[in-house]
DNA sequence: CCTTCACTTCGGCAGTTGACGAAATGATAG
DNA sequence: CTATCATTTCGTCAACTGCCGAAGTGAAGG
């Protein structure tokens, strides 16, 4: 078992930051989207979820901040990746892994993966938007929301 | 295997509202002292969490609508338990153990024991105040909140 | 019936959250 | 150095949340 050495045990306050963090739908797809392995960049994201960038930026330190996600800055970009190594990891990729059926989170897949074959220039010179780049959102039905 | 067919897999929308609902301090508390097995009605998390009757129904209320908790009224008295049949349940129990160790938590298993061996209406008279029942809370440590 | 009791619902207030655009930041290209 | 670009930070606004006490509800008991 590669089990390092973990930090000692959540707190109630952890535990909650990390709930709070899973309880936005946008911050829940995002990590469904980082879920996959590959990381992602902030304009990535933000092109599948149809936000403002700086929208998308504060999610994503909330993430970072609760320790969900870890940063890689590679020049201008900034990559995002899940964080395996926090206490709540697997807790949180079982809660991810729940909504990985829903029609919203399967579309974010199928785009993200067209995404990914795009250069970052060409995807901001096209204001973010993937219809500019040629990539067309699937309808997806009702969503079935309870 | 008693597994029935449940509802096929949750939504984003419903996933995001059973992180909401462990995403608050008393209620991550109150998933904590339920997960013990015994359900516990309104007024002994109440005497525990030192919060208005009011406040700890409304908590208890988001709980079951997320699907994280059952009622079951006994005459006057509203037992709730820990809801296993939902599609959460495993990763909600995940969640709540993370928190285990915490000093808050620790100490409220501890006096929901005691709590359990006072009668209802000894509780209610005492104003749901667990010292006018005998029943000290120990002081707890920093909590180390991170 | 009328009261009591355990709980829930309602109204209102304070604090938090999430959205955006504008401006700041820091790295790279010319 | 200057310009550009990806991202972050800031300011502001509307919406939501959590808390309480007061009033309402339904079961038990006098």
């Known amino acids: 078992m590669a089990r390092p050495p ?3 045990r959540p ?3 952890q ?3 990390v709930a709070k963090a899973l309880g936005h739908p946008a911050r829940l797809r995002m ?3 980082l879920a996959r392995g590959a990381p992602l960049c902030v304009c990535q994201m933000t092109s599948v979820l149809e936000l403002a960038p700086s929208t998308v930026s504060g999610h994503l330190n909330e993430l970072r901040r609760s320790g969900l996600v870890s940063e890689e800055k590679a020049g201008k970009v900034v990559y995002y990746r899940l964080d395996e190594r926090g206490e709540a990891a697997d ?3 079982r809660m991810v892994a729940l909504a990985a059926s829903d029609d919203h989170v399967r579309q974010d897949r199928i785009l993200i993966r067209q995404v990914r074959r795009v250069p970052i220039p060409t995807l901001t010179r096209a204001g973010l938007k993937l219809e500019r780049v040629g990539i067309k959102r699937p309808r997806l039905r009702a969503s079935a929301g309870a």
């Open 15 to 17: 535990v909650v930051g």
């Open 6 to 8: 973990r930090a000692p």
């Open 91 to 93: 807790a949180v990729r």
């Open 31 to 33: 990590l469904a989207m």
């Open 11 to 13: 707190s109630v306050r």
